[in-house]
Nanobody
Framework: QVQLAETGGGLVQTGGSLRLSCTAS????????MAWFRQAPGKEREFVAV????????SVADSVKGRFTVSRMNAENTGFLQMNSLQPEDTAMYYC??????????????????WGQGTQVTVSS
């Protein structure tokens, strides 16, 4: 099975940018659709973005539309979440997740059996 590891989180001021990476090992990332979720303290984990295995479909949640972009480089077994114009409400633990249904673009947590450990993003006001 695939293992996922997120990097790139950190502390940034309002309006700043971060680029999160999700690196796969164990199996090629190309065998999976990939998504990003986030979870703020005291809140449920919520969908952020999804991209199918060959990038034919990519989408982000309405709450981050126009600010976040999802992408992937299968040759490098890595997916990315580019986050611009960050706001304090974006503060959360960010997780990448993999779905063996390669053409899925589900926003439901239950569709993703594989998860990384998360990377913390903190946006100061």
């Amino acid at each position: 099975q695939v293992q996922l590891a997120e990097t790139g989180g950190g502390l940034v001021q309002t309006g700043g940018s971060l680029r999160l990476s999700c690196t796969a090992s164990g199996r090629p990332l190309s065998r999976y659709a990939m998504a990003w979720f986030r979870q703020a303290p005291g809140k449920e984990r919520e969908f952020v973005a999804v991209i199918t295995w060959n990038k034919w479909y990519a989408s982000v949640a309405d709450s981050v539309k126009g600010r976040f972009t999802v992408s992937r480089m299968n040759a490098e077994n890595t997916g990315f979440l580019q986050m611009n114009s960050l706001q304090p409400e974006d503060t959360a633990m960010y997780y990448c997740a993999a779905n063996p249904n390669t053409n899925s673009y589900s926003s439901e947590r239950a569709a993703y059996p594989y998860w990384g450990q998360g990377t913390q993003v903190t946006v100061s006001s």
